[in-house]
């Protein structure tokens, strides 16, 4: 009890160690937690990082698609550069041709005029009466035609046409590259900022300032995920630890009232030693002996009753070979009477049949019988065969015998009649459904044909609407009620308008700017080409035919500039410089007149002849250089005045 005693209070001293120990590591784990308190805000910091990498990597996917798309731009300008190159060495030998053969033509002229001279009549050139030295008349192998020399002009001007529509577009493309040179450095520039870089920075720099954010990134992700982990670890750490710590508080708890049981049962055992001690006999001078003692009894049954078990188990042995020994003997005694009941049977049979043998009987006859007992056995087969299937087909005869007893005797030819005619019934019947078998596969095929027919009748319905629909919308009856023709037009009078706001608003002070109406009309006349103005001092849209006299013909004349910048840009680049205004002053007030000279002036400032006719008498003060009609005795004469009337 002692030693029980003592492993208990070993048991308490460990649980209250481990439990001390449990207490430290917790304590160490709640300052290393501490050191990752901040992971939410380095989270909410890593992912806002990364979202700035990956805005950059796409303004750099974007710099880059505009540098490839700048390059492209630069190798088509190459491109056409060299063709104009090209045509215009065309346009230079076409030019030479043209003014080779032309000078032909003129000298086969002049050749073919003084072979015609005559003395003493007038030159049709120079109108001398004398020919003192006329042109030598030369035999032209191959003479020009005036058709060739037209040729000649008609494929130098095509040529010149060509280089002038190429010129144009090389121009386009030009301002086309510069536009996205500028896109590209203000792209290039933002990301340079964004990046915090120098300003000429170069797009290497760039690329790799972002790569190098984007590896810096996965950095900064790997080391969080570790502290991530890290803390998920100590924390799971710390719970396990505060699991255990309860239980090992619970167990020092137990392993203390345990060991203060067993000290309270050693104090109890020792008094009842002390009482058992005295009432030992006197011969067993201590309780160790008396023990011994004991044992040496206890081990002596033990003895015995291991002896009685093996004893008992070789007597159970001895007595189930008994019993088989008997039981086999009880069976060979039932063997030996049978056989021997056989046996004097088959003698009795024996002596019965050779006393009613009327034959002779020797040894070889005996032998041939003998050896025929062999199928004997086989034929006795056959014969119970043969009576078991001859009780069955009895018992069956006698079932069918009851069944048939009440019933009346069947008509056999009478029957055989019926069964005649139901075969011919039948074959009737065969032939009937072959044939509606036949019509059915014909209407099985026609109804195929006719479904082909309805799926492509349905189909050509579908591709016929959609045909129809497609004439509606180019014809203006759809939603829009805009039409193929005024689709295109609007198309070009979009761009018409892009370039007339911007004179527009130069000359209105940026009050006005031209707007469609997007409206649908009634009909397609009406629909697509209607305009409105933007009046920015009203903040709203109204109607053009709001506009004063003064204000609507510096629309119209906006709208007539326009439309010449835009032809001439896709005529190849063209220009327009001179613009008529014919009438239209007639119905101007004074302040729209000069509203109307002032922003002429303007226009004539750019390099542009502007030319007016009509027959307002103000405009004469106005205008310095005029082209006066004169009418006088139903002739007209021209008269031209520079300076201003006195």
Not at 168 to 175: A, F, L, N, P, Q
Not at 297 to 313: A, P
Not at 488 to 512: D, I, M
Request: charged share 25%; aromatic share 4%.
């Amino acid at each position: 009890m002692l030693v029980q005693v003592t492993k208990q209070q070993k048991e308490v001293t460990k649980a209250q160690e481990e439990v001390k120990q449990s207490k430290k590591r917790q304590v160490e784990l709640e300052k290393g937690l501490q050191e990752y308190a901040d992971l939410h805000q380095q989270e909410l910091q890593l992912q806002a990082k990364k979202d700035q990498v990956e805005n950059l990597e796409q303004k750099l996917a974007d710099l880059k698609q505009a540098a490839e798309q700048k390059n492209t731009t630069i190798t088509e300008l190459k491109a056409l550069k060299t063709e104009l190159g090209q045509l215009e060495e065309n346009v230079q030998a076409a030019q030479d041709k043209y003014q080779d053969l032309d000078a032909k033509f003129a000298a086969d002229q002049i050749v073919s005029l003084a072979a015609r001279l005559k003395p003493g009549q007038p030159c049709p050139l120079c109108g001398a009466t004398e020919h003192p030295h006329p042109a030598n008349v030369t035999t032209m192998s191959e003479p020009v035609t005036k058709q060739q020399v037209k040729a000649a002009q008609k494929v130098y001007q095509n040529a010149l046409a060509a280089v002038n529509t190429q010129k144009g577009t090389v121009t386009t493309r030009e301002k086309y590259l510069t536009q996205q040179d500028l896109t590209l450095k203000k792209q290039q520039a933002k990301l340079v900022e964004s990046l915090a870089l120098r300003s000429d920075a170069s797009l290497d720099n760039v690329i790799h300032a972002v790569q190098s954010s984007r590896q810096q990134l996965v950095i900064d992700t790997q080391t969080f995920d570790k502290r991530q982990a890290t803390s998920q670890q100590m924390q799971e750490q710390l719970a396990t630890l505060q699991q255990q710590q309860t239980a090992l508080e619970n167990a020092s708890q137990t392993a203390a009232e345990s060991c203060q049981q067993a000290k309270l049962a050693e104090q109890k055992l020792a008094v009842e030693y002390a009482q058992t001690k005295e009432q030992l006999p006197k011969k067993y001078a201590s309780s160790q002996e008396l023990q011994e003692q004991l044992k040496s009894w206890n081990k002596s049954v033990t003895d015995f009753k291991q002896q009685q078990q093996t004893v008992q188990k070789e007597q159970n042995i001895l007595s189930n070979k008994i019993a088989a020994v008997e039981s086999g003997l009880k069976e060979r005694t039932q063997q030996l009477k049978k056989a021997q009941i056989d046996h004097a049977g088959a003698q009795e049979k024996l002596k019965m049949a050779c006393q009613n043998y009327s034959g002779e009987m020797d040894l070889s006859r005996l032998q041939t019988l003998s050896q025929k007992l062999d199928s004997l056995t086989a034929l006795r087969g056959q014969l119970e065969k043969y009576h078991e299937q001859l009780t069955i087909n009895q018992t069956k005869q006698k079932q069918l015998a009851k069944r048939i007893a009440d019933r009346p005797t069947p008509q056999i030819e009478q029957t055989k009649k019926q069964i005649a005619q139901i075969k011919l019934k039948q074959d009737t019947l065969f032939q009937q459904r072959s044939k509606v078998n036949h019509i059915f596969q014909q209407n099985q095929d026609t109804y195929t044909k006719v479904s082909q027919i309805w799926q492509d009748y349905q189909s050509q319905i579908d591709q016929d609407q959609q045909w129809t629909q497609l004439a509606e919308v180019v014809s203006g009856k759809g939603k829009l009620k805009l039409n193929i023709e005024r689709y295109v037009l609007q198309s070009y009078f979009k761009q018409v308008l892009e370039v007339a706001n911007q004179r527009f608003a130069e000359l209105t002070s940026g009050r006005y700017s031209f707007c469609l109406d997007d409206k649908a009309g009634s009909y397609a006349s009406n629909t697509g080409l209607e305009l409105n103005i933007y009046d920015d001092n009203a903040g709203k849209i109204r109607s053009v035919r709001t506009l004063s006299g003064g204000e609507s013909f510096i629309a119209a004349l906006c709208l007539a500039l326009a439309l010449g910048e835009v032809v001439s840009a896709q005529a190849g680049g063209v220009s327009v410089e001179a613009l008529f205004v014919d009438e239209g002053f007639g119905s101007l007030d004074t302040d729209s007149l000069q509203m109307a000279l002032d922003a002429l002036r303007a226009i004539e400032g750019e390099n542009r002849l502007i030319g007016i006719i009509s027959h307002v008498t103000e405009l004469r003060t106005e205008i310095p250089d005029q082209l006066h009609v004169l009418s006088e005795n139903g002739r007209s004469s021209l008269k031209y005045e520079h300076e201003f009337e006195e």
